[in-house]
């Protein structure tokens, strides 16, 4: 008995591995290619996705290895161990002393890590792109109705607060 091909369905040579397959096994891809598919199969394309995941991993971690190497970063560290006691002080007395504050502020750090809330890319006043956008709390009986800033543009606004109430207070 001689294999049969079905000629309805219509087949395309994959451009990586040459083997010829199905439209199925192809994703759609209407702006390149006047069949509509990718030039290659979809198995083929997930070992490409999956290889080029892991060299941007690699290359993060390799980044961060380069960063923790800095001056400056290795600095911070010695000084947080030489002043891990000392730091830890502070941390105790800033939390007694503000509890409304450090209630806000780990209600806002838990919803980030949960996703209720999404740190933005950018500063909401300057629009500035950072790494590291602080959330910045107007009312902290309000813990996630906050304001994304970044560094020194939350600085200067709790500079202009502080201002303020002390211009009132006189």
């Known amino acids: 008995m001689t294999d049969r091909v079905d000629l309805d369905v219509d087949v395309?040579?994959?451009s990586k591995c040459g083997?010829?397959?199905?439209?199925?096994?192809?994703?759609a891809e209407k702006r390149y290619n006047s069949d509509g598919l990718r030039a290659c199969c979809?198995?083929?394309h997930l070992r490409g996705q999956t290889r080029n995941r892991e060299r941007a991993k690699q290359r993060a971690r390799e980044y961060e290895a380069r960063r923790d190497l800095t001056e400056k970063r290795a600095e911070?560290?010695?000084y947080r161990g030489r002043h891990r006691a000392?730091?830890?002080a502070r941390q105790r007395v800033r939390r007694a002393t503000f509890p409304e504050r450090t209630r806000a502020w780990d209600l806002v750090g838990k919803a980030v890590r949960s996703g209720r809330l999404t740190r933005p890319a950018a500063c909401s006043r300057c629009g500035v792109q950072s790494s590291w956008i602080e959330a910045s709390h107007d009312d902290y009986s309000r813990p996630?109705?906050?304001e994304w800033l970044c560094a020194p543009c939350h600085r200067s606004k709790d500079a202009a607060v502080r201002a303020a109430l002390g211009a009132s207070n006189d």
């Open 76 to 78: 911070a560290r010695v």
């Open 12 to 14: 395309k040579q994959c």
């Open 144 to 146: 996630l109705d906050v």
């Open 42 to 44: 979809k198995a083929c």
């Open 86 to 88: 000392a730091i830890a």
């Open 19 to 27: 083997m010829v397959k199905a439209h199925t096994e192809f994703y």
